[in-house]
């Protein structure tokens, strides 16, 4: 493999930032990972990355970029219920689940459409309408890269939480994922429990429809409502939804009738960072070429050339705004370097 100096790193991250990285590569099988081990070593930093779809460079980054292509699947097990999948870390998140959902294997189809890496996904224990990918990854395998080890993760392993997992906190940078094991139903059991799926196929009989609807509708109302990163720059959701006990909520209820929440335990309820931040005046706003996405304000766009900081400071001040409107601190989803 070819390691490179002051590389551009603008098509490696969606958001489409003109960044350099003092050392950068491309690891298209596991013997490169074991290549770059001693790099990896003397570098004061690295940077692993899938399609850089949820990163915000705000200035060079000054160590070792890696981006994981490591491509191929393979059916593992399969029976009449079930399959279990082997998908390489540096393969298209959608072009995996477009795969499944042509098999008729059904469990990830929410998440169509989701920008990313296979090997990226299981970081944030990405989700859409309903469904986590913890809910169908079994296992998967990484390098160490403290010690070269190829290792064995369970799901549980994995400590997945809401858009997060120990690849994004205790473990940050340790593990390069190699594989994931998915397991696929044949006879699946759907999650139309978000409104505009519900409303999709209000008309239908659940049992008759098939993974393809669904992933067809959320693809659909996607795209009438997020930027595809290849015509306009961006990283998805830039914040998290936050979560909030009942005291507060009756607080914000009281103040703001139309809140919308959800229930995610006896205490605790999740809120829409996407109205706080469009109640709060943010929404279609436009500084230079950064910008709050006209249809969805939880999404941070760049009409072009934006730097990394005109992005941040724009996010820094929506927090202000909507820390002292409602009392809520947001917290970033995007990984700021
Ligand atoms: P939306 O429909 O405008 O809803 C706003 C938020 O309310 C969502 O983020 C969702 O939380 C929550 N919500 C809506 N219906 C819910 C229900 N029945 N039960 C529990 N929570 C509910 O959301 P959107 O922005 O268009 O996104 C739709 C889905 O795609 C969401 O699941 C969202 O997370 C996902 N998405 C993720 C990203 C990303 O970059 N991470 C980007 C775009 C969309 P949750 O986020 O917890 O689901």
Known sequence: MQITEN??????????????????????NSGDVQTCLPLIKEANQTLLIGSGSNILFTSDFDGLVLVNRILGKKVVVENEDEVLLRVYGGENWSDLVDFTVEQGWGGIENLSLIPGTVGAAPVQ???????????????????????????????????????????????????????????LFKKPTLNLSYGPLKAAFAERNEDEVSVKEVSEAVKSIRRSKLPDPEELGNAGSFFKNPVVPFSKLEKLVAQFPDVPFYKVDDKNFKLAAGWLIEKSGWKGKRFGDAGVHEKQALVLVNYGNASGKEVYELSEKIKESVKSNFGIILETEVTII
């Open 125 to 183: 224990n990405i989700g859409a309408y309903g469904v986590e990918l913890k809910e169908s990854l079994v296992s998967l395998e990484a390098v160490d890269l403290n010690s070269g080890e190829v290792i064995q993760l369970t799901n549980e392993d994995c400590g997945f939480s809401y858009r997060s997992s120990i690849f994004k906190t205790t473990f940050k940078g340790r593990f390069l994922i190699l594989s994931v094991l998915f397991k």
């Open 7 to 28: 590389t551009s790193l603008k098509i490696y991250n969606t958001f489409g930032i003109e960044a350099r990285a003092k050392l950068f590569g491309i690891i298209e």
